[in-house]
């Protein structure tokens, strides 16, 4: 599974002699910290584990006493191998990357082999302070969500339940209690990432705002929405440009991405209309209260599900990959989603039950762009659970 070759992967990094400094950025509730620990349990050499996420922000003098009381734990017995720093929540320092930056230089120059784990729940955040002050400096891996794959073999659960709770762990236990489980999801997940992720660490000038514009994307998720329909749904004076800066801060907490159009020229993909995907269907279902069986037989609601779900594991399964996800719509012709490696074209319908089943989108798309692949995913097509199980780098072989 993705989480375990992660833990593996960094095990084995932090067991050879060099230096590093690796960064793990992604949403809250997927797995960073429960992998920090497990790394503390593994590794053998010294480690100093601490973490930034409180009501109130911890200043830069914190951030280098814990630097320095990871440095004494590197004597001369274990000189070579070194200690190990894990930092969570990082991004919740001021200035954070700027002190790394001056530390991290100051033991290169004197030689001193301590290894750092960064860990971020704000991946947008963290993106930009690692390019502000410490490009060539560090290594980045992002945690996404949990997929269907890995839900499956951590907890049983069959594609019905996956598709209605998406991929939090910590929020499994819950769902034979429904009510409970909507709570969990809304309370400690979606509200604290928007007030502790976002608004504590970024400026918004309109909070209300952000938080209704998070919940039309929910309701409308799989959607084409331009920004001025926003602005008309959710009744408020702002402009064009305040949204996409809201819908880019939701997705650098990995709540909500907006896929642009597919065009031979980038210009024109920037400039288009987003399609709104949720990164997670628990953000879809918490907010509806409908059970698992009241959702299937709600045939629209649950159609707009299992296309939620496929576009989530597709923008997340290509997170930190040179794939793109985007869709395609010209003249009431629509392709759900398209994904781009290179030169490399692959076009994705999903057959959900809520639209009809002729494909003429497809049709007209490959018509117009050079197409490796013309897939669909439903019945018909590819299983969904199959589709959901795959790595999105077979689809473009």
């Known amino acids: 599974m993705y989480k375990r070759a992660i833990f593996h992967t960094l095990l084995k990094r932090i067991q050879e002699p060099r230096r590093f400094i690796q960064v793990l950025a992604g949403p809250r509730q997927v797995g960073k910290t429960t992998m920090a620990r497990q790394l503390m349990e593994a590794v053998p050499i010294p480690v100093h584990s601490v973490t930034a996420d409180e009501p109130t922000l911890r200043d830069r003098t914190w951030l280098a006493q814990q630097w320095e009381i990871a440095r004494l734990k590197i004597n001369e017995k274990n000189r070579r191998r070194g200690a190990l720093l894990i930092l969570d929540e990082t991004q919740k320092v001021s200035e954070w990357s700027e002190i790394i930056k001056r530390l991290w230089d100051e033991d290169t120059r004197s030689g001193l082999p301590l290894k750092v784990v960064l860990l971020g729940s704000s991946p947008l955040l963290v993106q930009r302070g690692l390019t502000e002050s410490l490009a060539g400096r560090f290594e980045i891996i992002p945690v996404t969500h949990w997929s269907y794959a890995?839900?499956?073999?951590?907890?049983?659960?069959?594609?019905?339940?996956?598709?209605?709770?998406?991929?939090?762990?910590?929020?499994?236990?819950?769902?034979?209690?429904?009510?409970?489980?909507?709570?969990?999801?809304?309370?400690?997940?979606?509200?604290?990432?928007?007030?502790?992720?976002?608004?504590?660490?970024?400026?918004?000038?309109?909070?209300?705002?952000?938080?209704?514009?998070?919940?039309?994307?929910?309701?409308?998720?799989?959607?084409?929405?331009?920004?001025?329909?926003?602005?008309?749904?959710?009744?408020?004076?702002g402009n064009t440009t305040t949204l996409a800066h809201y819908l880019d801060l939701l997705n650098g907490a990995g709540l909500i991405s907006g896929l642009s159009k597919f065009s031979g020229k980038r210009v024109k993909q920037r400039s288009s209309s987003p399609k709104i995907q949720v990164l997670n269907t628990a953000l879809m279902?918490?907010?509806?209260?409908?059970?698992?069986?009241?959702?299937?037989?709600?045939?629209?609601?649950?159609?707009?599900?299992?296309?939620?779900?496929?576009?989530?594991?597709?923008?997340?399964?290509?997170?930190?990959?040179?794939?793109?996800?985007?869709?395609?719509?010209?003249?009431?012709?629509?392709?759900?989603?398209?994904?781009?490696?290179?030169?490399?074209?692959?076009?994705i319908e999903v057959k959900s039950g809520r639209r009809r089943d002729r494909l003429l989108g497809m049709e007209a798309f490959s018509k117009a762009f050079r197409v490796k692949r013309q897939l669909l995913v439903g019945e018909q097509g590819i299983p969904v659970g199959e589709f959901l199980k795959t790595s999105i780098e077979r689809w473009l072989r």
């Open 150 to 237: 890995e839900m499956r073999e951590a907890f049983g659960w069959d594609l019905e339940q996956y598709i209605l709770y998406g991929g939090y762990p910590g929020a499994a236990g819950l769902i034979d209690e429904h009510e409970r489980w909507a709570r969990y999801i809304i309370d400690s997940l979606i509200e604290t990432t928007i007030s502790r992720d976002i608004l504590l660490l970024t400026r918004v000038d309109k909070p209300a705002l952000l938080r209704r514009l998070f919940q039309l994307c929910c309701d409308y998720s799989g959607q084409v929405l331009s920004y001025q329909k926003m602005l008309g749904q959710l009744h408020d004076a």
């Open 285 to 347: 279902s918490a907010s509806s209260r409908l059970s698992l069986e009241a959702a299937q037989q709600d045939r629209d609601y649950w159609g707009r599900l299992v296309e939620s779900a496929v576009g989530a594991h597709l923008v997340n399964g290509t997170r930190g990959k040179n794939i793109e996800v985007f869709y395609w719509l010209e003249r009431n012709q629509e392709v759900d989603f398209v994904l781009r490696a290179g030169n490399d074209v692959a076009a």
